[in-house]
């Protein structure tokens, strides 16, 4: 006989851990912040899309309401709100604009929380400032050519020049590149596959840092991917970020934080598909207001709905987890993978079910800007991957 | 591996398409997909190969070849540029097939398989709505989405008249027709929201109303569904061979992508549902030619092929990783247009439906 | 600015409801059925599926640990855990012997849960001391041969005859009806398809009840399901359970909870195939140990414990929410949806994933047990019906 | 909805057998599969037609005509009894076409087709191993589920012999043949684990081995492939049909069952998915017998079919409620053999695999 079973109390008065609710604390926070999507976002987001215009004005709204400092240290001017409460964030802001999202998403989860847990004092000092407030935007400068799912593959080289290194080799596929002023540079210090890279804290206004080539991409058109340009770029030293040599695993640090900021976007897509499905199927009533939408449709709304509740379990238990300093690997792998394939079946289900007249307009982008969710951050067999390799250590 | 066993003359349809994407569609399809280009001049060179008559029946100015070769020419064209594919289905397929039986419309029809009328088709699934205008018809609906509308001088419209169907012929330049911006797909077929708001057409642009609109109605939307499911098809293929090409080219863990299991089931699933779809599609115009019922097999091959063609250019942009989310690497634009067709000519739901319906009727 | 935002303490101080972890107490009682299912289920399921045998030694274990009162009321000597802790008890069962499982689930869920809100004091006090140590077992007679999902369209009649009435007509498909001593009846009253239904209790010693034919079934196969036969059965008025009309509306009552009981089974059977495939796999190493499981393989892996994980929650959030009374439908479809069909195709790559040596022993059990999760307690599209009508109404 | 034409001798294949299925094999069907009973008479029966040669070559005592009878004969019976079917396909095609090139097995096939001799096939993705001893070989390994072995006289037993491939007869009672109890599917056919410990038999024993074994394998696992499929594409529209029946006659909520568009929706992807890959099967056939090279498509034919029968199955259970968990609907029992069928013989995963070499191989 457990404790539990010998009680002779009502089960209301079980402490109960378990709970799927926010705090009052966090639901004022999701409120703020799909406040900020609904006004500040939604209305623009598809012609930013059309125009592939990255949204200034509303990521500075963003930085006035303090969306880009919730993973800086509170003794740097941040917030540290920590992992669930940026995870509830991103939902809201991906609900309205992805391109937002994205931008959001990295400046805090790759470039801000990497400072904040890799960064020297100085470093610190010197960066949380500009990056706090949104005067500097953070990109993350890991991607190359040949080295994508595989990032130890990478070949940009870091020279070892007494004081500084000098930096040569083109990064692809950097989100927010053009835009941002301080770049996280992983290059290659040693021939050691993994611990031959050491990251670096890069200033876009260096001589030797430019701008290469700007993708054009089949959706999160606003937010701008390019290629950065690092052509015998002087590092000082102290701008190494950890310790040289260590740079794969500075990598490794950051990509449970970003596979979280995906997932949330996703869950974000995914909610914003569903609720324009349910708009649409609320519209098809009798004369005595019964619904009388396809089953078909029907269906697919409530599938859809559970799998939406599903998704955002897995993505905050995870948040929760890392919040605490407990390894969460597999669990955000889980919310990565499962939460990317949701957003891309509701927004493809949003296109089949609008008929025609999703070929055009809300959902038609909806399903081009979830596509990349099952891309970056690892690929959808890169998460699968990881979960196996943890079932298999089990 | 196949051995679909064609005439000597749908050879030749096959031997001439293949030549004109290669030379023509195919190296264009990328740009003129990008900035939402209309393929003007792909499709009058199109035009002047005679292949838009092919499948259309000798005493009508046509070729004669049967649908067989409007699946082999819609297939090869589908795997260069489908916006290009899409155009030549509504003329030679949707178009052609309505007006082939109708005698008001001979001259029209000639000039829609000779290219010289740039035709749009708005189907029956808009449920456009006639009513007597004075000497003519007025006519009232909308149709969102219409490929090949912008760049239309007349449309093709099924609309109901009086409780009966009926084809009539207007003006595009009577009728509103509205840019999509971007539009998820066929974005080089000029595609526009077409309103018709009461716009009226004389007596004569009535081209058929009754019982020879309803078999001019379907014999357009057989050639949708059989040749929607060869455009599907051809897209299919090719989404399955840019990600095959591409997987034996890029290395990562120390191997080409193709040798991961993963990669390779991936490709083994996407071409599986093509040749199954594609076997389906050539059976449906073999019994079409055959002058039997075409109707079930036509839609199990339009459902099956539109899946086949979304999954594959899902999965060949996954292989891709990065690249194929990009433009240039064609599988992004297979992806919008597989779920563009998805949703075109009555949709999937509406395949199933009158699927269920067939299954219902028959005898227990 | 929200309170959250402001905040300048870190924010590991913020005491977060939100939790995915049970309770210690409630962890010891998982680990107490754990060790039941191990020790008096694991070893002989196999036996009594091909025996077709109902395992009664080990219900009398069960109710000897309590686990057949974890829905009585304390006052009537139950222990009153509520939905979470049944939840856990009966995902351990499952996991071991689903024919065991669905037992405890119809008598707890659908029997003594049913009692204790609709029963009068009278019929607690008479009922509950047999049943909550196993002495009587409880069945559940809703289901006819022309009516399944259509509940309402039931025609088995109870006449009133002044201080009783007759009950006459067959029910089918009665789980553990051969081993019951306590029925639960709907019956007929009146015309009216959902206010002429009355439920009964009926006792198994009472002149007119029989039991007819027994299901030869796929799976669960320890499990009777039998027609019972009612001819012309007295029941005193006092055994009307609610009030005289009100039978549909109490069927409806079990609905949420008899839902979350087989998906807790379906999560039992999911785990049993993860755990399967799991053990398969890790038998496959090469000679330094690195497993050369196949990537198909791997990733099924990768898939079903991701959705298993999200199932757990999704069943674990509607179980916290009927322990605090608030409706829960919805959320009780969503679970029994997803966990049974997750329960099927675990099962179901069990067998592929073992090979020919699959066909026989415990995975292809599995697939046959797992198989009726979709059936009972509302088939699959009814679960969806319900979620589509709770997200039609937002 | 079918034009798949059919020779003379062909139709009266089908004809043979469906008659054969209707009197015989699809009234004992449920009754044998519920208690695990081998259809002995039946198969008797089925061998008295002479069926069991149709498809073997004439100059090997069969009558020649082709993997398409094979196909048409396992279709019909898959319908009626899906034991019997793979009892048929096991003499009929795996064993038969194994034994059909090989000289030195010319009596025992003669005994196969006649049904004289009851075979069991132990395949090459069994990895049995051969290895001289004496005179003879011994042969260790073990196969967990092989059907007919509880019934069988001969086991023909593809293995691998000092590096080389080889077909081995052994007698079914000179080794330890296991039954399976329960056992997923084809409880009907007598399968059983036959473990092959150290059992040695004479020189003469070794049918084949080197090129003329492997030859002979790989026609056997053709047939696997495309007669799996037929039985597999048998089964789906078996489940089909048991559905399609139940949901007209069942009424929920007012109206059949079939009324509802959900279910009907199910029985239109059921049947999209067996008559996908029915064109499959019968294309491999064809090919086969035109001596072209089957092996593609025979493999895409067999992972859609079994994919087919598995769906239809699932969902045939789905439609029928709580009657199809009950032995007396037919569906359950053809959603375990759907699921044995699609792990035997190698299983999908080695035909994925296949197919995956096959595009790899590719030239780019």
């Keep these: 006989m457990t404790e539990l079973q010998s009680r002779t109390g009502a089960h209301t008065d079980v402490p109960q851990v378990i709970d799927f609710e926010l705090t009052d604390e966090l639901k004022a926070f999701q409120a703020d912040a799909r406040e900020y999507a609904e006004t500040e976002l939604a209305p623009f987001a598809e012609a930013w899309d059309r125009e592939a215009r990255f949204p200034r004005d509303a990521i500075a709204k963003a930085a006035a309401r303090g969306y880009l400092k919730v993973t800086i240290p509170t003794e740097y001017g941040g917030t540290d709100l920590g992992n669930l409460a940026s995870c509830v964030m991103l939902e809201e802001i991906n609900a309205a604009c992805p391109s937002t999202g994205v931008t959001v998403s990295v400046h805090n989860s790759l470039v801000c929380s990497l400072l904040a847990k890799q960064g020297s004092h100085e470093q610190k000092e010197r960066y949380f400032p500009k990056l706090r407030d949104g005067e500097w935007i953070g990109a993350y400068c890991l991607s190359e050519a040949g080295s994508g799912s595989d990032a130890a593959a990478l ?59 700007k993708e054009r991409k089949l959706g999160i058109k606003a937010s701008p991917t390019v290629e950065i340009l690092l052509e015998g770029v002087k590092v000082p030293k102290s701008n190494v970020l950890g310790e040289v040599g260590r740079g794969f695993n500075v990598a490794l640090d950051t990509l449970d934080g970003g596979r979280l900021g995906i997932a949330s976007q996703s869950l974000g897509i995914a909610r914003h598909a569903i609720d324009t499905i349910r708009e649409h199927l609320r519209t098809q009533v009798d004369a005595k207001g019964r619904p009388t939408a396809h089953q078909a449709d029907q269906w697919e709304l409530a599938d859809l709905a559970a799998d939406l509740d599903a998704c955002r379990m897995l993505t905050w238990r995870a948040a929760v987890l890392r919040d605490r300093g407990l390894p969460c690997g597999p669990q955000a792998a889980m919310a990565k993978l499962k939460a990317s394939l949701l957003a891309n079946r509701a927004a493809r289900s949003a296109v089949s079910i609008l008929g025609p007249a999703g070929l055009s307009g809300a959902a038609e982008r909806l399903m081009r800007d979830a596509r990349i969710c099952e891309i970056y951050e690892g690929v959808t067999d890169i998460q699968r991957l990881v979960i196996a390799r943890g079932e298999l250590a089990r | 591996m196949h051995n679909f066993e064609l005439s000597e003359e749908q050879a030749m349809v096959q031997e001439t398409v293949r030549k004109f994407v290669d030379d023509v569609a195919a190296p264009q399809a990328l740009e003129h997909d990008e900035h939402g280009r209309y393929v003007e001049e792909g499709f009058a060179a199109l035009a002047e190969t005679g292949m838009l008559g092919a499948a259309i029946a000798e005493d009508a100015g046509g070729a004669g070849l049967g649908m067989v070769s409007l699946v082999v020419a819609t297939e090869e064209l589908a795997r260069g540029c489908t916006s290009t594919a899409r155009l030549f289905l509504d003329a030679a397929g949707l178009a052609g097939k309505a007006l082939e039986g109708l005698p008001a419309a001979a001259e029209l029809l000639g000039g829609v398989l000779t290219g010289e009328v740039r035709i749009g088709f708005v189907g029956p699934e808009h449920g456009i709505v006639a009513r007597a205008a004075g000497d003519g018809v007025a006519l009232d609906g909308a149709a969102p989405f219409v490929t090949g509308a912008r760049a239309a001088q007349q449309l093709i419209v099924c609309a109901r008249l009086d409780g009966e169907q009926a084809v009539v012929v207007v003006a595009a330049d009577a009728v509103e027709v509205a840019p999509l911006e971007p539009g998820l797909g066929f974005r080089a077929a000029a595609p526009g ?9 004389p007596g004569d642009a009535v081209l058929a109303r009754g019982e020879e609109a309803a078999a001019a109605i379907s014999r357009a939307s057989l050639a949708a569904r059989i040749g929607g499911a060869a ?92 690249y194929g989310y990009t433009v240039e690497y064609h599988v992004e634009r297979h992806y919008r247009d597989a779920k563009t067709l998805e949703v075109l000519d009555g949709g999937a739901l509406a395949l199933r439906d009158a699927l269920a319906a067939r299954i219902a009727a028959q005898a227990t």
């Design chain 1, 155 to 213: 070949t940009c080289a870091a020279r070892d020049a007494g004081d500084h290194f000098v930096i040569d080799g083109p990064k692809l596929w950097i989100t927010t590149g053009s835009e941002a002023a301080l770049f996280v540079v992983f290059a290659r210090t040693g021939e050691d596959r993994v611990k031959g890279i050491t990251a670096f804290l890069v200033e876009r206004e260096w001589p030797g840092v430019g701008i290469g080539k």
């Design chain 2, 231 to 322: 455009l599907a098809v051809g897209s299919a293929l090719a989404s399955v061979e840019h990600a095959r090409r591409h997987s034996e080219e890029r290395i990562a863990f120390g191997k080409p992508l193709a040798r991961q299991q993963a990669v390779g089931h991936k490709l083994v699933e996407s071409r599986r549902r093509a040749e199954a779809a594609r076997h389906l599609a050539w059976h449906a115009a073999r019994l079409s030619d055959l002058g039997q019922d075409a109707g079930e097999v036509a839609e199990l091959a339009r459902l099956s092929a539109t899946d086949a063609a979304l999954h594959a250019a899902d999965e060949a942009i996954q292989i891709h990783g990065g």
């Design chain 2, 193 to 201: 929201a077409v309103t018709l708001a009461g716009v009226t057409v």
